[in-house]
């Protein structure tokens, strides 16, 4: 069906899921009738409940309603006038062509964008950083809330890595399996985490004309108390203490594919031993960047603005606080022991803060220049005190090292990027 519409000219409609709440996507009496959402030009991912009990369709079964309503805006005959006139050489009346009547027609259809059965978001509006604006609009996720989708979607997979080798691993079958399966469920429970990061200075958008039926402003900011609860899911399930904590039998178990072909050389594959480091490397630097882009620092600044007097609002100051506190949550009070997956994040971090000070990105805002500097010299005095604790070799020399490049950082000079415009 998906093909088929681009076929008759459909584009993609990421924003296609959002037209559907959770109660009715899990009702198979529902979707069999109005789909998995307003559109089969959506990417969207087999329907998985969190209880088995409400399992609804995996997949899609028919068109939604604004794929109707493009269709009908595509192919609705409105140009013809009951009269006609005879073709040359054929005894066939030919409709006569009115373009008013066909602009007349166009626009009545058109102006039906607000209706709620009638979401619409594409390709453009689907990215991430300065695309990124409207967490509704996403590959890959479901319904008309993003954020508990993710919050089920990573619940479920975490409660399947402890059951993963007796689920994918059958008698007289190797361990490869399990890693693919492994793997997969890492980029799931990444991806369902990264679509959260539009909410942060995000706005539902719309492309309504004015005089429109119910028409709606093209930006709505996403209310703060919903940005607040995206954040907080990022920082425990992208940054949180045990997210990349598996169990030894597990990690063990991760066996390489040992398949070979006359044409492949051993080793240009990768490692035999799973790399869980690098793993959690690429995946939490990813949710970072998403966070810490230039273009989403300025819509943080950017969204306060138009915020009605007395709304409240996400402001950087609050992003990095939040971030600060889960990344170097075992330097609070009682320090702990700093185990060496979130070592690797917190250098990360803090590669990021002081990049951000000595040689920003073109387009980083100045107010997040300055609030990295201040943070960084919180984190100083706060890695100071956990110094004086009892800890093991590892978390004392990554402390000493970490508070050292601080103070290299507050006291080096700013490059001042020459592609830097605020």
Do not use: C
């Not at 609804?56 to 309603?65: Q, R």
């Not at 007349?104 to 709620?116: Q, Y």
């Not at 050389?265 to 959690?280: E, K, N, Q, S, V």
């Not at 990049?355 to 300055?370: G, K, Q, S, W, Y």
Request: net charge neutral; aromatic share 8%; proline share 6%.
């Amino acid at each position: 069906m998906h093909e088929i519409g681009h076929t008759l000219g459909l584009r993609h409609n990421f924003r296609g899921s959002a037209g559907v709440t959770r109660a009715q996507l899990a009702d198979k009496s529902y979707t069999r009738t109005h789909a998995h959402g307003v559109s089969v030009m959506d990417y969207s991912p087999p329907t998985l409940a969190l209880d088995p009990a409400k399992q609804g369709d995996y997949y899609a079964s028919t068109v939604g309603t604004y794929d109707r309503w493009a269709i009908r805006y595509g192919y609705t005959p409105l140009a013809t006038s009951q009269s006609g006139s005879t073709a040359k050489g054929s005894g066939d009346m030919m409709p006569d062509w009115q373009p008013d009547a066909e602009l007349k027609g166009l626009r009545s259809i058109a102006r039906e964008a607000a209706d709620p059965s009638h979401l619409y978001g594409t390709d453009e509006d689907a990215g991430f950083g300065g695309l990124g604006l409207d967490p509704t609009v996403s590959r890959y996720d479901q319904t008309d809330d993003p954020l508990g989708w993710a919050r089920e979607r990573v619940s479920l997979i975490n409660s399947l890595f402890d059951s993963l080798p007796a689920r994918m691993v059958a008698p007289g079958q190797g361990y490869a399996r399990l890693r693919a399966a492994f793997t997969d469920l890492l980029n799931d429970r990444w991806y369902a985490t990264l679509v959260t990061t539009k909410y942060l200075g995000g706005a539902m958008t719309a492309r309504d004309h004015r005089g429109d039926p119910s028409a709606r402003p093209a930006f709505v900011t996403v209310p703060a108390a919903v940005q607040r609860q995206a954040l907080a899911f990022i920082a425990e399930a992208g940054f949180g203490e045990e997210v990349y904590r598996f169990s030894p039998q597990l990690l063990s178990h991760l066996g390489p594919n040992r398949w070979r072909h006359w044409g492949s050389m051993p080793g240009t594959d990768g490692r035999i031993d799973f790399p869980l480091h690098d793993w959690a490397m690429t995946q939490q630097s990813a949710l970072l960047g998403q966070l810490l882009d230039p273009a989403v620092l300025s819509r943080i600044r950017d969204a306060e603005l138009r915020a009605p007097p007395g709304e409240p609002t996400v402001t950087i100051p609050e992003l990095f606080a939040t971030l600060t506190a889960a990344i170097w949550s075992e330097t609070g009070t009682p320090s702990r022991n700093i185990t060496s997956v979130r070592r690797d994040l917190q250098r990360l971090y803090l590669n990021n803060l002081i990049r951000m000070i000595v040689n920003p990105l073109p387009d980083t805002p100045e107010d997040a220049r300055t609030l990295a500097r201040s943070t960084l010299a919180e984190l100083g005095a706060q890695l100071d005190r956990a110094r004086r604790a009892e800890l093991d070799a590892y978390t004392r020399a990554h402390l000493v090292d970490s508070r050292e490049r601080i103070n290299q950082a507050l006291h080096a000079q700013l490059f001042q990027n020459a592609g830097l415009t605020r």
